[in-house]
């Protein structure tokens, strides 16, 4: 197969902090690949902070990453079958043995979700270029007109007998509601100000955004180690929140916190406290350690006071069956983890009534495409979460020239109604 793979730095306007690490750039896996009689394009941020917290630089974990896209690049198989039977293989057994390979050559430690990151822009390229090839848009090709199986044979489940991908799927609107990231350093109002911020034409402050953009969800980064901080903060950002009418916050806790009274505690006293704040709250993301089977946490009594939301635990709908079992109630999902695996779990997830959301890797350029048809399709809380326009606004803006309101945000929505093309429209 035909694999032209670029990796495209990017600096970031504003630092954003990903748990205990801040970043201020990032690099982009762009592939271009030939598959099915067509050219698919996939494009992956490859976002080192949140898929491989390490006492390694940063500059080291991120040369890995690099190295492990140029060696899927050359080792990556050509797919035959449909795109969903080709990613059931390759993450169940190539990806593990390549995985385990280069690992072992390289004498490394890289965890399997960063390996995931690596390996979905190939994913999302063979998608695409199947669209493309059969001359549709590949969310209809997800039915039993096109695939080799029904979603028994993907789960070993027979539950799933005659069921397909699109028969989880819902109307596709013309828009979306947008969510906003709070970063853990970021400046709330106007009071905040230094006078060493950017002076690009974007805004720096929350309340800037909101003004500008409309937002009305705001999704709040928060340490997970410093209850009082965290508390604190959301009651910064809550009482902003109020005072620009939106209507929808989140809580993500990075994965840092290991006792669920941790979060328990917060929202109780956010609700005898500010009752109208804790009102806002629709869901509560990740609080507890990615790697699910090692940290088997019942979280039944977060999970009761508001919707919890697996994420970085979230690396397959086998991880998501774990998560159920102990309490877990919603699944964020992301197609740097595969448009495969993204929809496998969208599906195990919905049989089974768990809610959905669809999160954000800072998605420029081609990369929202995939992003934003996962959300629309699948059908989640409340829209999707697009904050590249916030780190690095540049990057996409020839492709909004095509795409006209996908990676502005105005009046609280993206804009989706022009990806109609094969593929993923790209």
């Known amino acids: 197969m035909d694999i032209k793979l670029d990796l495209l730095p990017v600096k970031m306007r504003l630092p954003l902090k990903f748990g205990a690490e801040t970043i201020d750039s990032i690099q982009i896996a762009h592939v271009e690949l030939s598959a099915y009689g067509a050219k698919?394009?996939?494009?992956?941020?490859?976002?080192?902070?949140?898929?491989?917290?390490?006492?390694?630089?940063?500059?080291?974990?991120?040369?890995?990453?690099?190295?492990?896209?140029?060696?899927?690049?050359?080792?990556?198989?050509?797919?035959?079958?449909?795109?969903?039977?080709?990613?059931?293989?390759?993450?169940?057994?190539?990806?593990?043995?390549?995985?385990?390979?280069?690992?072992?050559?390289?004498?490394?430690?890289?965890?399997?979700?960063?390996?995931?990151?690596?390996?979905?822009?190939?994913?999302?390229?063979?998608?695409?270029?199947?669209?493309k090839a059969k001359k549709l848009p590949v969310y209809k090709t997800y039915n039993k007109d096109f695939m080799d199986h029904d979603l028994a044979w993907f789960y070993d489940d027979p539950a799933f007998a005659g069921k397909y991908p699109e028969d989880y799927f819902v109307s596709v609107p013309d828009t979306l509601p947008v969510w906003h990231l709070v970063g853990g350093k970021d400046l709330l109002t106007e009071a905040e100000l230094t006078g060493n911020e950017p002076d690009d034409g974007y805004p720096v402050t929350l309340t800037g955004w909101i003004k500008r953009d409309g937002l009305t969800c705001l999704k709040i980064k928060l340490t997970g180690k410093d209850a009082l901080w965290d508390y604190e903060r959301m009651v910064s950002v809550g009482k902003i929140a109020l005072e620009y009418g939106c209507d929808a916050l989140s809580p993500d806790f990075n994965c840092q916190v290991t006792d669920p009274d941790y979060v328990n505690d917060i929202l109780d006293k956010l609700k005898a406290n500010e009752p109208e704040i804790f009102d806002l709250v629709i869901y509560v993301e990740q609080p507890f350690p990615y790697d699910l089977e090692a940290n088997r946490i019942d979280v039944h009594s977060c999970s009761a006071r508001k919707p919890l939301f697996m994420d970085e635990s979230a690396h397959d709908w086998k991880f998501v069956k774990l998560g159920f079992e102990l309490g877990w109630n919603g699944v964020a999902l992301k197609v740097c983890k595969t448009q495969t695996g993204a929809l496998l779990s969208a599906c195990w997830a919905k049989e089974h009534n768990m809610l959905l959301m669809v999160q954000d890797l800072t998605n420029p350029t081609y990369a929202v495409m995939p992003h934003v048809l996962l959300a629309a399709h699948v059908g989640t809380i409340r829209g999707v979460e697009c904050n590249a326009p916030q780190f690095y606004p540049q990057a996409s803006l020839e492709m909004e020239k095509i795409h006209p309101g996908l990676y502005e945000r105005r009046n609280g929505v993206v804009v989706i109604k022009s990806l109609t093309g094969n593929g993923f429209s790209c």
Request: aromatic share 10%.
């Open 40 to 131: 698919g394009i996939g494009e992956t941020p490859l976002s080192v902070a949140w898929s491989w917290p390490s006492a390694r630089s940063f500059g080291e974990r991120e040369k890995i990453m690099c190295d492990f896209c140029r060696f899927l690049a050359e080792n990556y198989p050509t797919p035959e079958a449909h795109p969903m039977t080709e990613g059931k293989i390759f993450l169940e057994k190539v990806l593990p043995e390549l995985h385990a390979r280069f690992n072992d050559e390289r004498k490394t430690d890289m965890p399997h979700l960063a390996a995931l990151i690596c390996a979905s822009a190939f994913d999302i390229a063979i998608h695409d270029a199947y669209g």
